[in-house]
């Protein structure tokens, strides 16, 4: 079964720095795909950035990006100038690719708590 | 185009009262996942609809839960006698298609149920 950790259950960065968030993952398969998702107080699910894992460049978002190593199975998220507005839990996800079959079901890791200082 | 809805927003019942929670995914979306988010922890995958059927049921309790998502209305999470440990935030999640590759999952924002 495919497991996702986050080691780090919280963390905090002054605004306008970089922080970075980690995140490993174990899996057989090798089509596959990573997110992290962001959850506000409001506790709404918001996507912040995917990554197909037959790509080899890394994912970007405006201010977010990853640093995906798939053969360390390492998949992190790097927040560049930090808002007051990135507070928030923030979720690794991993979901089977197409040619495994089945749902499109996420397994989750248990989260992180980011602090951002003003 | 209003996004995933769930309701109620928040839902406290009794001990071995029943829990019915309420999912209408975004129009247009026949796909939608159930994940159970106990408190301190992530989401955990409970169960995948399409219209009128019951696709993936591996992440629910063999026993007091069910979901149906029935041809007309929203998709249903029904919990019979909850218990105390039932307590936790419920997330429904809507897709357009088994797309893959450019699907993305729509999340709504959750009913929390405190169990009495």
């Known amino acids: 079964a495919q497991t996702v950790t986050q080691s780090q259950p919280e963390m905090s960065v002054q605004e306008a720095e970089t922080v970075t968030l980690s995140c490993t993952y174990d899996?057989?398969?090798?089509?596959?795909?990573l997110f992290w998702y962001k959850q506000p107080p409001s506790r709404q699910m918001i996507l912040v950035i995917r990554q197909e894992a037959y790509k080899q460049q890394n994912a970007t978002e405006n201010r977010f990006s990853v640093n995906f190593q798939k053969a360390a199975k390492s998949f992190s998220l790097k927040i560049s100038d930090s808002q007051l507005g990135d507070a928030a839990m923030y979720f690794c996800a991993y979901r089977a690719g197409l040619t495994q079959g089945g749902s499109e079901k996420l397994v989750f890791g248990k989260g992180m708590k980011l602090t951002v200082n003003p | 185009n209003a996004g995933v809805m769930q309701n109620p927003r928040h839902l406290v019942r009794r001990r071995g009262q029943e829990a019915r929670l309420r999912c209408s995914p975004m129009?247009?979306?026949?796909?939608v996942y159930w994940y159970r988010q106990l408190p301190e922890e992530g989401l955990k995958f409970m169960v995948y609809l399409q219209k009128e059927n019951i696709i993936d049921e591996s992440g629910m309790p063999k026993e007091r839960f069910s979901a149906e998502f029935p041809k007309e209305g929203p998709s249903i999470l029904r919990i019979q006698q909850v218990v105390r440990g039932d307590s936790a935030a419920y997330f429904c999640?809507?897709?357009?298609?088994?797309?893959?590759?450019?699907?993305?999952?729509?999340f709504g924002s959750g009913t929390q149920l405190s169990v009495l």
């Open positions: 129009k247009g979306h026949s796909h």
């Open positions: 899996t057989s398969e090798s089509d596959y795909y």
């Open positions: 999640a809507s897709s357009p298609r088994f797309s893959g590759r450019n699907e993305k999952l729509f």
